[in-house]
């Protein structure tokens, strides 16, 4: 089971960028679909956004299109997630996750995953 390692978040302003970054323990990466999430406080866990092996297939949860962007690196085991014009709505605990399907949706992103990290804290004040 790849193990997963999530960094890059913290405390930011409404309208500023952070990137977070996710990456694998082995080099199996490759081999799967990233995921990112996130848990808003008092809210359950929702999908942000996914990418698929091959990185052209990408996936957002409405709320946050235009906004974030997806990516993987493959060569350094680590996907991103790029966030731009973060609104205090945005604040959450941010995970990545591991999946074996070539490709997810939002609706197939509630299947059962690889694995998962502990999470990165994002925190956008007004």
């Known amino acids: 089971q790849v193990q997963l390692v999530e960094s890059g978040g913290g405390l930011v302003q409404a309208g500023d960028s952070l990137r977070l970054s996710c990456t694998a323990s082995?080099?199996?990466?490759?081999?799967?679909?990233m995921l990112w999430f996130r848990q808003c406080p008092g809210k359950e866990r929702e999908f942000v956004a996914s990418?698929?092996?091959?990185?052209?297939?990408?996936s957002y949860v409405d709320s946050v299109k235009g906004r974030f962007t997806i990516s993987r690196d493959n060569a350094k085991n680590t996907a991103y997630l790029q966030m731009n014009g973060l609104r205090p709505e945005d604040t959450a605990v941010y995970y990545c996750?591991?999946?074996?399907?070539?490709?997810?949706?939002?609706?197939?992103?509630?299947?059962?995953?690889?694995?998962w990290g502990k999470g990165t804290l994002v925190t956008v004040s007004s």
């Open positions: 990418i698929g092996w091959s990185r052209s297939i990408t």
């Open positions: 082995d080099g199996t990466f490759s081999s799967y679909s």
């Open positions: 996750a591991a999946g074996w399907k070539p490709f997810y949706t939002p609706t197939s992103a509630q299947d059962a995953m690889n694995s």
